[in-house]
């Protein structure tokens, strides 16, 4: 098997590559061609373990994601969230690569709202708002400019400072009010712990695109009212309504005839009205792993990066 490391991953992993790799997967998903059980997860006092196998028949792949959840380690030399992906043959089921999955997990959800931007927000959008400021928020900084030529990028958090250090980073411009950094912008990402809302309906002109990948067991960060008005996108509607930790809380006991795939979009099967609001509520499923992983390990057998060794 090949052994790859964090920095292994970063080396090789292309936003633009990634976003077209997940256009595929949602592609599959949706047509029903991908083998995708819902995520499970043990749970400890302080976090949780969950795992995610998928087969995706778009890049021949055949993963599984164990990752971590302990929001306690936020601002410690540990991140919220850890992940390793395994990589199987999916002809003859051996462990063909091991690999950081924590830079996956955060690179193919930044990049997963970049798919969702791509095919949902305005041509014309030019302001972003990125909500949060840790390592989610960095990964959507990362990807979603790579669809939008925005001419203004903000960053707003609870922590001025830190708002203002990944404003110098991105060459973006920090905010203190939520509601000063949201108004009058055409993508808001947000990519929060938050238990409470921090993007509201109020805030939000007609034609905004919101992405939120914000996931916690104790409240929403995007208003009810926000999902009541929008055209809602997901990428499993029966991963999304099944609240925490499959789903998502902000869509616990929607019905799901009411929300679009992302998949259906890629597709051309779905589309919303011109001028609406929307909403991509992602909760991350392993069929982004599995292509995210299997575009790593192609990079990196074409590069000759990582260690070959012997369970």
């Known amino acids: 098997m090949l052994l790859l490391t964090r920095a292994d991953v970063e080396a090789v992993l292309d936003a633009d590559e990634l976003i077209d790799a997940l256009a595929a997967a949602f592609r599959d998903l949706s047509a029903g061609r991908a083998s995708m059980p819902p995520r499970i997860a043990a749970m400890s006092p302080s976090g949780l373990l969950a795992t995610m196998p998928a087969y995706l028949p778009a890049a021949n792949a055949l993963t599984v994601k164990l990752v971590t959840l302990f929001e306690g380690n936020a601002g410690t030399e540990l991140p919220t969230h850890q992940a390793v992906v ?26 997963g709202s970049a798919v969702a931007t791509r095919l949902l927000a305005r041509e014309d959008a030019r302001v972003l708002t990125i909500v949060g400021t840790g390592v989610q928020a960095r990964s959507h900084a990362w990807a979603v400019p790579r669809v939008r030529d925005f001419d203004e990028v903000r ?47 109020e805030w939000l002109a007609p034609g905004t695109h919101v992405t939120s990948v914000g996931m916690t067991p104790y409240g929403r960060e995007i208003a009810a009212d926000v999902v009541e008005d929008a055209f809602v ?19 616990a006991g929607v019905d799901p005839d009411s929300i679009v ?9 779905a589309a919303p009205e011109p001028g609406a609001l ?21 990079k990196a057998q074409e590069r000759g990066i990582g260690r070959e060794l012997d369970l």
């Open 86 to 111: 395994g990589v199987f043959s999916p002809e003859r089921g051996n462990l063909v690569a091991l690999m950081d999955g924590t830079w996956i997990t955060a690179a193919r959800t930044g990049a």
């Open 155 to 201: 960053v707003v958090g609870r922590d001025r400072a830190k708002a203002e250090a990944l404003a110098g980073e991105i060459g973006g411009r920090a905010f203190s009010s939520f509601a000063d950094a949201i108004s009058g912008a055409d993508v808001v990402c947000a990519t929060t712990a938050s238990p409470d809302p921090v993007v509201r309906r």
């Open 233 to 251: 996108v997901v990428e499993a509607r029966a991963s999304a309504v099944a609240g925490f930790p499959t789903g998502s809380n902000e869509l």
């Open 261 to 269: 795939e992302l998949g259906d979009v890629v597709a051309g099967a």
């Open 278 to 298: 929307t909403l991509y509520k992602s909760v991350g499923v392993a069929v982004m792993d599995a292509a995210a992983a299997a575009l790593v390990l192609e």
